[in-house]
């Protein structure tokens, strides 16, 4: 071989060599992308999240990274070894996040931009990107789907008109609406709206409806009522009628009356910012307000406007009716009673609601628990201790509250005293006024001495013994009875940090479930499971564990208590 002939072998298999070992790099480089607080619906991802990656042309790009520490994830990413996009990500591709199918925003585009892909990033090199994700308002798309039709769904009083978007949601436990179809008006009072099912391939995640479910519609962003059909999601059918009326506009337009009067909570001014809300018989809500100063409230009471009565719309309160107010979600007693909605009327009714909510203040008096006992034997982890304050109009006001955990009766419990500064609120006793306790609700009697059961603020301490439960005294039966309605209350304290006591009063004998959700509407725990209960009140203590007996990621979660003849829903914070 002669020597030119040499030198070029050398050459090529020199070539050779480094192309094969730049492909062999470029082959073998890693790059991952990163996330430390990342959110889904205002919160940490919650663990059990799926989270991965895909390229413009939306091939999946890295692993399936399934959450197990809120707000983390980390994706190990495909890299192409030639142009063709289906192997990896090629120099210049955009990288596109997904939580449990929902495409991902940036938390903050100035700070985490839109991650692109760079031949030129090198192994092992990290890409830092935090986002955020409405997973509950973005369509998932399925392979399961019900139609909806209608040639005579109403808007405003009229026939919707062509291009009125139409919108389709299923209510999670948790009270949030996801949405599972969207469409517009194809010709007036007429749409055809696909609405899509939870896929049961996908088990990490539910994109839309079960059989079974109701579907709940909108139109132009008002709810909708059904006139005509069902508005069950249904494989069976896949095809179903229905027609459909709302209203976009202000209440009764020009019919309303004025109501006025003081707001009352435990026998107190309500602070100002409380909700209060009417509704009239048909459940229409027909006025809202957040009340301007502490213990009165002025609102506008709309009427139903007589003109739509033949084109399905019902806007409010009808002459002469008897409307219901809420005062923060709270059916409200109304004095005087029997009060009617009139066009163009002045009411005056006060309005009053029990709420056991302690509400902190700048004064304390501390109760130490000693050797206090529950049917002859001490206090256990779990038990509640509560104080109220009898004021001189017998209303109770709940001042205190501690759940217990050690088994030799002892606590610590806090109880909070009238602070001089809200002159208008009732927040505890004063100085050398007396308290109640309950323990687990039973009315307790104090053992411990004279003076023991008197309220002293600045931040003092007092020892003190409790045996429970006992036959109340004639004038204190009275005064602190529960009133007989179904009422989940707000836990406390919140947010929690490491147990919190759930409280709630049954009207009524029946079964009983009592469940915690995340943000996704997946069930995290269930305390009470179709238990039959009496009526009276209950107290439960959650201590952050999820049904495998895990602590939950920090987070909101919703408590929902479900009887025969009612379902309510309240939101809670965790915090680690």
């Given amino acids: 071989m002669s020597r030119s002939k040499q030198m070029f072998l050398f050459a090529a298999i020199i070539i050779l060599t480094i192309v094969m070992s730049l492909s062999a790099q470029n082959s073998l480089k890693i790059v991952y992308i990163?996330?430390?607080?990342?959110?889904?619906?205002?919160?940490?991802?919650?663990?059990?999240?799926?989270?991965?990656?895909?390229n413009n042309w939306g091939a999946k790009v890295s692993n399936d990274y399934t959450v197990t520490d809120a707000g983390k994830y980390t994706l190990r990413l495909e890299i192409a070894d030639s142009t063709t996009h289906t192997f990896g990500l090629?120099?210049?591709?955009?990288?596109?996040?997904?939580?449990?199918?929902?495409?991902?925003?940036?938390?903050?585009?100035?700070?985490?931009?839109?991650?692109?892909?760079?031949?030129?990033?090198q192994s092992m090199e990290i890409i830092h990107y935090e986002f955020t994700a409405d997973i509950l308002s973005e369509i998932s798309k399925s392979n399961i789907i019900c139609f909806f039709w209608s040639n005579n769904s109403y808007l405003n009083g009229?026939?919707?008109?062509?291009?009125?978007?139409?919108?389709?949601?299923?209510?999670?436990?948790?009270g949030l609406l996801k949405k599972i179809g969207q469409k517009t008006a194809f010709a007036e009072g007429s749409f055809k709206i696909a609405v899509y099912g939870d896929e049961p391939m996908t088990t990490s995640y539910a994109e839309g409806a079960e059989n079974g479910d109701n579907i709940i519609f909108f139109i132009d962003g008002a709810q909708a009522k059904v006139i005509n059909g069902n508005s069950l999601f249904s494989t069976a059918e896949m095809d179903k009628e229905i027609d459909l009326w709302a209203s976009t506009l202000p209440a009764g337009g020009p019919n309303s009356c004025i109501y006025t009067g003081k707001v009352l909570i435990n026998g107190n001014y309500a602070p100002a910012?409380?909700?209060?809300?009417?509704?009239?018989?048909?459940?229409?809500?027909?006025?809202?307000?957040?009340?301007?100063?502490?213990?009165?409230?002025?609102?506008?009471?709309?009427?139903?406007?007589?003109?739509?009565?033949?084109?399905?719309?019902?806007e409010g309160a009808?002459?002469?009716?008897?409307?219901?107010?809420?005062?923060?979600?709270?059916?409200?007693?109304?004095?005087?009673?029997?009060?009617?909605?009139?066009?163009g009327g002045n009411k005056t009714v006060d309005l009053s609601i029990i709420n056991g909510n302690v509400i902190p203040t700048s004064d304390w008096c501390d109760f130490n628990g000693i050797e206090s006992t529950f049917n002859g034997l001490f206090l256990s982890p779990g038990m509640v201790v509560d104080a109220y304050y009898i004021t001189t109009t017998k209303d109770s006001?709940?001042?205190?509250?501690?759940?217990?955990?050690?088994?030799?009766?002892?606590?610590?419990?806090?109880?909070?005293?009238?602070?001089?500064?809200?002159?208008?609120?009732?927040?505890?006793?004063?100085?050398?006024?007396?308290?109640?306790?309950?323990?687990?609700g039973y009315l307790a009697r104090v053992t411990s001495g004279s003076g023991t059961d008197t309220y002293?603020?600045?931040?003092?301490?007092?020892?003190?013994?409790?045996?429970?439960?006992?036959?109340?005294?004639?004038?204190?039966?009275?005064?602190?009875?529960?009133?007989?309605?179904?009422?989940?209350?707000?836990?406390?304290?919140?947010?929690?940090?490491?147990r919190t006591m759930i409280n709630f009063t049954l009207a009524d004998a029946g079964k009983v479930s009592l469940s915690i959700y995340n943000l996704l509407g997946e069930e995290v725990t269930t305390l009470i499971n179709g238990k039959m209960m009496t009526a009276g009140e209950y107290n439960l203590v959650w201590?952050?564990?999820n049904k495998n007996n895990k602590l939950v990621p920090t987070g909101v979660y919703y408590y929902r208590l479900k009887t025969d003849k009612e379902n309510q829903i309240k939101k809670m914070i965790y915090l680690k």
């Avoid at 006001?397 to 009732?426: A, K, M």
């Fill in 90 to 121: 090629i120099d210049g591709d955009t990288i596109f996040v997904k939580v449990n199918g929902y495409t991902v925003t940036s938390l903050d585009p100035a700070v985490y931009p839109i991650p692109i892909y760079k031949s030129s990033m």
């Fill in 318 to 343: 009808d002459e002469n009716e008897v409307v219901s107010f809420y005062v923060d979600g709270i059916t409200a007693d109304q004095n005087p009673t029997g009060v009617t909605w009139t066009n």
């Fill in 543 to 545: 201590n952050g564990l």
């Fill in 158 to 174: 009229g026939k919707i008109k062509v291009d009125t978007k139409i919108e389709a949601f299923i209510e999670m436990p948790n």
């Fill in 273 to 314: 910012g409380t909700v209060i809300k009417a509704v009239d018989k048909d459940g229409v809500v027909c006025g809202y307000l957040a009340a301007s100063e502490a213990g009165n409230y002025s609102m506008i009471v709309y009427g139903d406007n007589s003109v739509s009565t033949e084109v399905y719309m019902d």
């Fill in 456 to 498: 002293q603020g600045r931040m003092s301490i007092k020892n003190i013994t409790l045996q429970a439960p006992i036959k109340p005294p004639d004038d204190v039966t009275e005064i602190v009875k529960v009133k007989k309605t179904t009422q989940l209350k707000q836990n406390f304290p919140n947010p929690f940090n490491s």
């Fill in 397 to 440: 006001i709940h001042c205190g509250t501690v759940i217990v955990s050690t088994n030799d009766g002892s606590f610590n419990l806090r109880v909070y005293g009238d602070w001089s500064e809200s002159t208008d609120i009732i927040e505890g006793p004063m100085d050398g006024q007396k308290l109640v306790f309950k323990i687990n």
């Fill in 34 to 54: 990163q996330g430390e607080a990342s959110l889904a619906n205002g919160v940490y991802v919650p663990e059990g999240s799926v989270v991965a990656a895909y």
